[in-house]
């Protein structure tokens, strides 16, 4: 299999490596550096449980190939908080009763985290379109809603 | 009473977990030495083998081991076991394994299952379980009455019917000659999948001929014990079944599912750890699925709304395999009145072998489908006696001292619906609903449910205290925690039953059946109850072990000593108190002496006086615990197109007691949208090879965050239940039950067009709209 040098930031620390052309971004966190907490619900994009943060985007890991993530700065849910400082998306999902089985939860934290990074004054609707492409079986959502607005206060009045 | 700790939204303790990324599940378990499994699946829905050629596959790089099912004489099963490892002789359902290939990597494990060649003998099949139930269908089991069973579940020779449960109370002939209204219709729930976020995923080491290691995402670790444990004949406790964070259950992880199929490969390649991870399209494929039920009922009733009879067959399309389906087709039987009296009921509920794969419990267990021909012939003959539906309801409520189906006499404690009802009512109507307009037709629906845990009379949950010696908890527990909240509501419980603040308890958060209590499965949402009591018992036990030390210290009798938790005082001396964390590890007396013993307990709890069903007419006290509840549905449906919008949902549940309300409220919304998604999104389809048409997330469509209602409605009645913890009874499954059915109600009210299938299609709909029915009936 032909493989390729690359170069990559993941939680501050840079590495360089040699991987295979059609290793994901999500195969690269988990097999090579064991951060498990980005999940793998579906492989093929469609549910969210994968996103991690790339130069401030929000990107599903599971079907970003070597040329996509090759020199980016990645940002996964082990890199979030600050220390023992949970950063306030994780703190508001705690506090609006927005995880159950956690399955979810790291790709929908990252997914607020990009948004309210580029843009804290988003509106409902612009909020609503990120939270859309995430699955979450068991919440029904209610919470989650809740969670994405508390932590959309809690970051302006930080 | 009042709590310190019962009633109090105590946010998860496992949240922190989650939202960093640590929660560990199995799928980040990497081990030493370990070895990755894939699986050849089956293409044909039904087919012989003819042969298996694994030459080139073994010559992959990488490749460790290729086994297949050839030769292999293990069936297992709980209750029946009819199910192989691997496919021996042919397939039964597109999907199932038919060789694993055992690699140094995933990705060299899959490329060489590409190169085993397999020769088929493509056989008629059957879907649909009223095809599989004719004396003429194409039979899936030919040896289906030879599996070794318990007993209570009849097979009928020759046939694909492995499960009949026949439930009589009264006479339903003599009551329909009585009645003086009698409806029949027809009804189909489809075929479900879970879809759990985390695919199903095991690791299986054989660390000796009869000593083994599984680490799986499971709701049973002691059911996954037990089954390897007959599979290979080797002792019990030789088993270590693991079982740490579950990412969703909802039933697909009870019993067992893939785990024999990993012990059984990994067996050829020992002192390996061998981890299989489903792709998301073989959890559809190759794990369980729910439901699948097509049902005929047939009700009567007096002019005054009286209830009389009622005759229900349900048909369950149990997939390929019976063992998981069992227990779901007889749960069915014991509730196809609804939550209402019946002075007569015979019901029969079949279990039968299709060619899709293996049904098993699908949060409600059963329920579901028995309440969506309930609740919608609740509806129907409303209409037709011309009685407002909730009137109708009130008159036949099961409630105190009323008989219900199976024989049992209602007691007070199970629960109130008449208060339930008056919930959703008081949230439902609220507001005038909107006239119909030129987009939308408008309407409301209302459900009644009851829901009784299945299980065997002895299943039990146990509990084990450690006192630490800074005066903290350790509480081992088995229930797993798979997102339901359980580790956050025993803290609570065992806090208040040990009279110490949260922070001083800790729950074990994963469990191995070699170490912690047993449990039997952590299923129909008895965790809160059987658990909850096992911990009380174990916290009394520990109390009272304190004293008793205590007593012996300070030479006071036993009845003299109050425990409050972080002291022991004395009722006859007001200056005397004992610190209790000086009794942890026994008490070191100054003298230099151990008095007492550690503080280390142990409780369990199983419902008491619970009975299989009686032979030959069912029931009996085969119910070990009454939930009540009504649900309720505002919709709109455009005239457009069709399509219903869901505008509020309401669940009113007698819960006995919310021992943690917040969570209660989550389990509540969470399955009001599982129904939601059963009602109007989700469907198992088929193709015309009886190949699975939809098994991704990009056709069998779930809910997300735009098809929330805008109004969700949740009420929480508290009757105690003398038996719970608390007062605490089971919740968890039931907002799924009544749902589709209220939906359904909410249609015929919007339009008067009566449904009796779900998914709800908007081109049906539409084209029904457009046969001139209009507004009221």
Redesign the interface.
């Known amino acids: 299999m032909a493989t390729t040098n690359i170069s990559i930031t993941v939680n501050g620390r840079q590495h360089d490596l040699l991987v295979d052309e059609k290793e994901t971004l999500l195969e690269v966190l988990r097999d090579r550096f064991d951060l498990t907490g980005t999940k793998n619900a579906c492989s093929y994009g469609a549910c969210g449980a994968c996103t991690v943060v790339a130069d401030n985007e929000a990107v599903k890991s599971c079907l970003l190939k070597p040329e996509k993530y090759n020199g980016k700065n990645i940002l996964t849910i082990e890199g979030l908080a600050d220390g023992n400082n949970l950063h306030p998306i994780q703190d508001a999902f705690i506090k609006a009763g927005a995880i159950q089985c956690g399955f979810c939860t790291p790709g929908f934290v990252m997914s607020l985290y990009a948004l309210f990074t580029n843009n804290l004054d988003a509106s409902d609707d612009e909020i609503k379109a990120v939270l859309e492409k995430h699955i979450c079986r068991c919440t029904g959502y209610e919470f989650i809603w809740d969670a994405a607005k508390l932590a959309q206060k809690m970051l302006k009045e930080r | 009473m009042t709590y310190t700790q019962v009633g109090k939204?105590l946010?998860?303790t496992?949240?922190?977990?989650?939202?960093?990324?640590?929660?560990?599940?199995v799928?980040?378990i990497?081990l030493p030495k370990m070895l990755y499994a894939k699986i050849l699946r089956a293409e044909y829905a039904h087919a012989k083998i003819l042969a298996i050629d694994t030459s080139e596959a073994e010559k992959m790089p990488g490749v460790r081991k290729v086994v297949t099912g050839q030769g292999c004489e293990i069936l297992f099963g709980a209750c029946i076991k009819d199910q192989p490892p691997l496919a021996v002789d042919k397939v039964r359902h597109a999907g199932e394994g038919v060789a694993a290939v055992i690699a140094e990597s995933e990705k060299q494990a899959e490329e060489a299952t590409k190169k085993i060649k397999v020769d088929y003998e493509p056989l008629p099949f059957v879907i649909d379980p009223l095809e599989a139930f004719k004396d003429d269908s194409p039979i899936i089991h030919e040896q289906n009455h030879e599996y070794c069973r318990v007993p209570g579940y009849p097979p009928k020779e020759g046939t694909n019917i492995f499960h009949h449960y026949r439930q009589i109370k009264g006479n339903a002939e003599k009551g329909f000659a009585e009645s003086d209204l009698v409806v029949e219709e027809e009804f189909y729930y489809p075929l479900l999948s879970?879809?759990?976020?985390?695919?199903h995923g095991c690791i299986a080491c054989w660390d000796s001929e009869d000593s083994c290691r599984i680490w799986a995402s499971t709701q049973a670790p002691f059911i996954v014990r037990e089954i390897v444990g007959h599979m290979f004949h080797i002792p019990f406790a030789n088993i270590k079944v693991y079982a740490p964070?579950?990412?969703?259950?909802?039933g697909g992880k009870s019993d067992v599912s893939i785990e024999p199929m990993v012990a059984y490969i990994a067996r050829f390649v020992p002192n390996h750890p061998v981890r299989l991870v489903l792709?998301?399209k073989e959890a559809f494929t190759s794990s369980l699925l729910g439901r699948g039920m097509r049902g005929k009922i047939k009700v009567g009733a007096k002019n005054d709304g009286k209830l009389v009879a009622l005759k229900a067959e349900l048909f369950y399309s149990d997939g390929a395999y019976g063992d998981t389906g069992c227990n779901v087709v007889t749960a069915s039987g014991f509730v196809a009145t609804g939550p209402y009296e019946y002075e007569h009921c015979e019901v029969d509920c079949y279990g039968i072998y299709t060619n899709t794969p293996p049904v098993g419990a699908y949060r409600g267990y059963g329920h579901p489908e028995a309440h969506l021909m309930s609740e919608r012939m609740i509806n129907i003959l409303a209409r037709k006696l011309n009685i407002p539906q909730a009137e109708l309801m009130r008159k036949n409520f099961l409630s105190d001292g009323k008989v219900n189906a199976v024989g049992q006499v209602i007691r007070k404690g199970n629960g109130d619906l008449y208060q339930c009802l008056d919930e959703v009512e008081k949230a439902l109507f609220a507001e005038p609903l909107p006239s119909e307009d030129a987009d939308y037709y408008y309407g409301r629906g209302i459900a009644g449910f009851m829901k009784t845990p299945m299980m065997l009379p002895n299943a039990s949950s146990g509990a084990i205290i450690k006192m630490c010696e800074d005066g903290s908890f350790n509480v081992s527990i088995s229930g797993i925690e798979?997102?339901?909240?359980c580790q956050t509501t025993m803290t609570q419980i065992a806090a208040e039953a040990l009279k110490v603040p949260v922070e001083k308890i800790r729950i074990s958060k994963d469990v191995d059946t070699q170490f912690s209590p047993y449990e039997w499965q952590t299923v129909g949402s008895i965790t809160t109850l059987r658990v909850g009591n096992a911990i009380i018992q174990a916290a009394e036990r520990a109390i009272q072990k304190m004293k008793e030390s205590v007593a012996q210290i300070s030479h006071r009798p036993v009845e003299d000593l109050k425990y409050e938790g972080e002291l022991i005082r004395s009722k006859s001396n007001k200056n005397f108190e004992f610190e209790t964390k000086l009794l942890a590890l026994s008490y070191l007396s100054p003298e230099g002496h151990g008095v007492g013993e550690p503080i280390e307990t142990t409780g369990h709890y199983y419902i008491p006086g619970v009975n299989f069903p009686l032979p030959e007419v069912g029931g009996g006290n085969c119910c070990g615990s009454w939930t009540f509840g009504c649900e309720g549905a505002e919709i709109k449906i455009s005239k457009k197109s069709g399509e219903v919008t869901v505008n509020h949902l309401a669940i009113a549940i007698d819960l006995g007691r919310a021992i943690n309300p917040?969570?209660a409220r989550?389990q509540m919304?969470?399955?009001?949208?599982?129904g939601y998604g059963a009602a109007l999104m989700e469907e198992v389809l088929f193709n015309e090879k009886g190949i699975m048409k939809n098994p991704?997330?990009?056709q069998y469509k779930?809910?997300?965050?735009?098809n929330?209602p805008e109004k969700?409605t949740v009420k929480l009645v508290e009757t105690p239940d003398e038996t719970g913890p608390f007062g605490a009874r089971c919740i968890a499954e039931h907002p799924a039950i009544s749902i589709p059915p209220a939906i359904m109600n909410a249609i015929v009210d919007a339009t008067g067009i009566d449904l009796f299938e779900i998914p709800i299609k908007p081109k049906e709909l539409l084209a029904k709209l457009g046969g001139g029915q209009d507004g009221d009936n």
């Open positions: 939204p946010l998860r496992d949240a922190y977990e989650k939202v960093t990324g640590k929660a560990t599940y799928a980040d990497k879970h879809v759990q976020m985390e695919p964070y579950l990412g969703g259950g909802f792709t998301r798979m997102g339901q909240g917040m969570g989550a919304v969470g399955g009001m949208m599982m991704n997330y990009n779930l809910p997300r965050l735009s929330v969700l």
